[in-house]
T-cell receptor
Framework: EAAVTQSPRNKVAVTGGKVTLSCNQTNNHNNMYWYRQDTGHGLRLIHYSYGAGSTEKGDIPDGYKASRPSQENFSLILELATPSQTSVYFC???????????FGAGTRLSVL | GQQVQQSPASLVLQEGENAELQCNFSTSLNSMQWFYQRPGGSLVSLFYNPSGTKHSGRLTSTTVIKERRSSLHISSSQTTDSGTYLCALERGNSGTYQRFGTGTKLQVVP
């Protein structure tokens, strides 16, 4: 079973502060994804990556940056956090087309 | 507009009843996936189904690309089936990404 680990699991940040959410996967998957989940919106794609050094914008990239320094790690960065970014964030990984996704346990972020 | 629409938004079943969850999409896709999410929990893949019908225990997934729909059938529901069911369409060529529906929240009562 693929392992996707997110840290931290819970985070409280102040408006205007910098927040970094980390994701690590140990199954050598090429593709990694960051989603946020909000009531009424389901999961929305923020950024994704096809391999080390690559990042792509998803459907709602504004206010977020992503970094994929290695095959195993994919970070989501909020340079200037705002209350509207309060949400649950999920990281996922997968081999690519015609393969399933494996999700982390999620990070609950509150921006006050 | 929303490319993936799920229905119903919520559903309450008596234990033992069957359920049919629908997912309709308005764009081209490579495939459809169904996920289960426990309350407050992560997502677990149930089916990867590009077309046709797939079975797994009491669950059946059917995807009809021409009609732009996919369904998830739950038979003989159990209280442990309670949670949210999400469908996601896979898109992309050289690289792929998934676009999710808003989910169906299912509650199975004894």
């Amino acid at each position: 079973e693929a392992a996707v680990t997110q840290s931290p699991r819970n985070k409280v940040a102040v408006t205007g502060g910098k927040v970094t959410l980390s994701c690590n996967q140990t199954n050598n998957h090429n593709n990694m994804y960051w989603y946020r989940q909000d009531t009424g919106h389901g999961l929305r794609l923020i950024h994704y990556s096809y391999g080390a050094g690559s990042t792509e914008k998803g459907d709602i990239p504004d206010g977020y940056k992503a970094s994929r320094p290695s095959q195993e790690n994919f970070s989501l960065i909020l340079e200037l956090a705002t209350p509207s970014q309060t949400s649950v964030y999920f990281c996922a990984s997968g081999l690519g087309s015609q393969n399933t996704l494996y999700f982390g346990a999620g990070t609950r972020l509150s921006v006050l | 507009g929303q490319q993936v629409q799920q229905s119903p938004a919520s559903l309450v079943l008596q234990e033992g009843e069957n359920a049919e969850l629908q997912c309709n999409f308005s764009t081209s896709l490579n495939s459809m996936q169904w996920f289960y999410q426990r309350p407050g929990g992560s997502l677990v893949s149930l089916f990867y189904n590009p077309s046709g019908t797939k079975h797994s225990g009491r669950l059946t997934s059917t995807t009809v690309i021409k009609e732009r729909r996919s369904s998830l059938h739950i038979s003989s529901s159990q209280t442990t089936d309670s949670g949210t069911y999400l469908c996601a369409l896979e898109r992309g060529n050289s690289g792929t990404y998934q676009r999710f529906g808003t989910g169906t929240k299912l509650q199975v009562v004894p």
